[in-house]
């Protein structure tokens, strides 16, 4: 059963024209970090805020793990979901520490609860709690702002993470930072995460899956390397840069090319690589070693093979749209 789906979602709102959200159907795996990627106006956000019911469909059916969300309790809905924006919301008169236990609070937990949590939270997001606890919102970075906003939405463990340009109003370089804490946390916690994104490169970075919506609609939902080297349709090829091959190898991770284990391999120290490696790395490590193959790591245990044939086909396919 799939953590979240879609089925046949329209919303119009009162007076417009056209529909926000038009008739989106798919399917969202549980652990699953799926990107809904697309310009300005296309409706992200729209399809976003009816998943915690801020805003309801004008038709069609959204489930949370097989339920109608319709059929529960907006409470007890919101509380299995994060919900993290652009602006951090956190609330300025507020500690970090009080921000972060808002919803452990509202869940009804103790304060021999509540309070290692939010030291367990803020160990994670890398804010050390002797340090950042007492604090208020103020007195800290964007980044750092938009980390706390991270931890109060993890704080009532939810299963589901709805997050909406979170890093859009921050600097590249902390937005890289930030993005790569994001990838090593759902290493980590496995969550279903639905993150709205216009950033074509934060998308593929981060993506299982990305879902590119176009007008209210869904024009395709793939995996990233799917996606760069097989476009749906000409909006989607020219919205991710299909033809830049330096780019995809960048911007792809070593699993999305890699194949099994073959039985018989043996992996040689030297020529190995992470996961969650790029491509393009991989390319630079085959040329400079010599290596046929590199075993692909996964915390020390051997995920795959890939080889000098699998990184040109990942490049040569989208090149030939
Ligand atoms: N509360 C609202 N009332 C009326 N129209 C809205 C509202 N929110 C969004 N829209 C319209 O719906 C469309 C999709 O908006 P939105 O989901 O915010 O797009 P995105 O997040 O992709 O930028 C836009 O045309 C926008 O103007
Ligand atoms: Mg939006």
Known sequence: MSAIRFEEVFLKFPGASHPAVNGCTCEVEAGELVVILGPSGCGKTTLLKMVNRLYEPTSGTIYLDGTDIRKMKVTKLRQQIGYVIQQSGLFPHMTVAENIAVVPKLLGWSRT???????ELLTLIELPPQDYRNRYPSQLSGGQQQRVGLARALAGDPKVMLMDEPFGAIDAITRETLQNEILRLQRQLKKTILFVSHDVEEALRLADKIMILQKGQIVQFDTPFNILTRPAN?????LVGADDMVRQLSLLRVETAMIDVPQNHQPRSEHTIARHDNLR??????????AQKLTVLDGGNAVGVLTLEHIR???SMGAGV
């Open 113 to 119: 609860q509540y309070q290692p949590r939010i030291d």
């Open 234 to 238: 000409a909006f989607v090829h020219e």
């Open 281 to 290: 790395q991989a390319l630079s490590l085959l040329l400079r070693t010599g």
């Open 313 to 315: 086909d990942s490049a």
